[in-house]
């Protein structure tokens, strides 16, 4: 009962990460890596209050990660209409030292935040499985 509790509470954070962001109208760089990110980072951490199962925990780590995944390819859509003005509003953050560009593949951006998310959850999730075994 309370992996499942976990597992809502997973649910309901990365739908209120998407409503928030669904309700930013004007939002920069570091807004958008904190929206994408802090959900992440819950999720992880709630990953380490569940009572992981003897045998193939593995599946616990991944639907851990379902949710993630799911925030991420849905924000990735609704960030692509939005790139220009996301790009205007960043840009007060260029200087000598850092230059603030569009990326030219959003999917490659959304890869390496999908294979981010799973590779937290795997190693936070082991981390959990040995500790619980120890």
């Known amino acids: 009962m309370k992996n499942k509790i976990i597992y809502l509470l997973t649910v309901i954070v990365q739908i209120s990460f998407f409503v928030m962001f669904l309700l930013m109208e004007e939002i920069d760089v570091v807004q958008l890596l904190i929206l994408i ?3 992440m980072i819950i999720s992880v951490i709630l990953l380490l ?4 199962p003897e045998k193939k925990p593995y599946i616990s780590f991944i639907l851990f990660a379902l949710p993630n995944l799911l925030f991420s390819i849905a924000t990735t859509v609704v960030i692509q209409p939005r790139i220009d003005g996301i790009l205007e509003r960043s840009m007060k953050y260029q200087s000598g030292n850092l230059e603030v560009t569009a990326s030219n593949s959003i999917f490659g951006s959304l890869l390496l935040i999908l294979m981010g998310s799973f590779i937290l959850h795997y190693v936070f999730g082991q981390l959990k499985f ?5």
């Open 37 to 39: 990110f802090f959900p």
């Open 130 to 134: 040995r500790l619980s075994r120890t």
């Open 49 to 52: 209050f569940v009572n992981l």
